[in-house]
């Protein structure tokens, strides 16, 4: 008779679920994270935090496609907890993104350096709807209930997001041709 | 849906394509053109948030949490434990203090009375030559006067004691009177078990255990002491030491 995997006897289902949940999220998480405090090891911690925090409310997630949403939550909330603790500075966001060919190719590497660069400028009431959205994958009216406001507003945000996005980068460009001229 | 409002939708939402903005986008070639550099724009922005993820991250994060179910296993574990422990501790102690309390003189006592609850309803005093014949089955002699108001004898097994069982009546209040030759020492009190309140003496050569069911006019302290200090004289003389109860 086959006996059973030892490893299978410990494992139960809620830690399978964990563990699926982790390796399935932790890079978008890391990545919120990352454009929502702007330091690597901080963002490492926000995600650790909030997978720790979502082990002891596992019971809360009923549906695998609710899941990202409702990590994105626990993580907006430990990094405000964070940020009341430490009165964070989440506008500056550090320099020190190692260049991978996974996210920039060649001809569009200019575009991401000053996108990113952009994105670090934008204050923080715009970046956080459109983190949201863009790498988050939320509805306006699911962003508008994420963070207490009306669908109208987060509408307002979003596009004012992506203008001042453009201002900041024509703003850039004009500095740079400037300076070569 | 005219021009401004395509593109304030546009700027808000740029994957959004309710049939109103596709409407609009296949009538406007202005906005089609807006719609398509938006498009690019949109995934040049997803492209650069794209940053790449620290190795192991997913690892550490299931390691720290391992590693805290874990303490947290051991923790649990180890207060189960205690508590079990402190169950079966409780548990037996209280089986221990039933067994030893039930083989208590009060618990014998009382427990011997419903065999011979009704000799507290008698009345009538017996003769001195009953009482003495009563003593004298437990091979016991009697030193001094007796009780006037003695209404019940008989030699009773108690538990292991072999006892003289004595009713004597104090006013309205009759109490049984169990009288344990050659017991010394152990625990003599005052006792209230069930509705049945009792009194333990020491005597010379043996203890004295009154007990009753009935609540009389004069308190039980009062009638206990009376008739303790009768059956003293009469078990132990005139010239014996005062009751003293333990």
């Keep these: ?181 | 849906m005219d021009c401004l409002e395509f593109r304030r939708r546009l700027g808000a939402d740029p994957h959004a394509h309710d049939a109103e903005q596709l409407a609009h986008r296949a009538q406007c070639v202005g906005c089609a053109a807006a719609w398509d550099r938006s498009q690019q724009a949109e995934s040049d922005l997803f492209a650069a948030l794209q940053i790449p993820v620290p190795a192991g991250l997913a690892e550490r994060v299931l390691l720290t949490q391992a590693t805290g179910e874990r303490r947290q296993y051991g923790r649990r574990r180890t207060i189960a434990l205690a508590m079990a422990a402190s169950l079966v501790a409780a548990i037996g102690g209280s089986l221990l203090w039933r067994e030893f309390d039930a083989r208590t003189l009060p618990a014998l006592a009382v427990a011997h009375m419903p065999e011979e609850i009704h000799s507290l309803d008698l009345t009538q005093p017996i003769t001195a030559q009953a009482i003495e014949a009563g003593f004298a089955a437990r091979g016991q002699s009697l030193q001094g006067p007796l009780p006037t108001d003695v209404t019940y004898v008989h030699d009773c097994p108690v538990g292991p004691y072999l006892t003289v069982h004595l009713v004597s009546r104090v006013g309205d209040t009759s109490v049984a009177v169990l009288y344990v030759p050659g017991k010394q020492g152990g625990t003599g009190r005052d006792f209230h078990r069930g509705d049945w309140r009792g009194r333990v003496v020491q005597l010379q050569h043996g203890q004295l255990v009154m007990l009753t069911d009935q609540r009389g006019k004069q308190p039980f302290d009062a009638v206990a002491s009376t008739v303790a200090q009768d059956w003293r004289v009469a078990i132990d003389g005139l010239g014996g030491p005062r009751v003293s109860q333990l």
């Design chain 1, 1 to 181: 008779m086959k006996r059973p995997d030892p490893v299978s006897l410990v494992v139960n289902p809620r830690q399978r679920q964990f563990e699926a949940l982790t390796r399935a999220h932790t890079g978008d998480l890391y990545r919120f994270a990352y454009w929502l405090c702007g330091q690597d090891a901080l963002a490492q911690d926000l995600v650790q935090e909030t997978m720790l925090r979502a082990w002891k409310n596992l019971e809360a997630l009923r549906e695998a496609e609710a899941a990202k949403p409702w990590l994105l939550t626990i993580l907006r909330r430990e990094h405000a907890r964070l940020h009341e603790r430490r009165q964070l500075d989440t506008v500056e966001l550090n320099d020190g993104i190692p260049e991978q060919a996974a996210w920039a190719s060649p001809e569009r590497h200019g575009d991401a350096t000053e996108l990113r660069e952009a994105m670090s400028k934008l204050p923080y009431k715009y970046r956080e709807p459109l983190l949201l959205q863009v790498l988050g994958g939320l509805t306006c009216d699911e962003i508008a209930a994420e963070l207490g406001l009306q669908s109208g507003a987060v509408m307002t945000q979003l596009f004012r997001a992506r203008q001042q996005l453009k201002s900041i980068m024509h703003g850039a460009r004009a500095e740079v041709s400037h300076g070569l001229s």
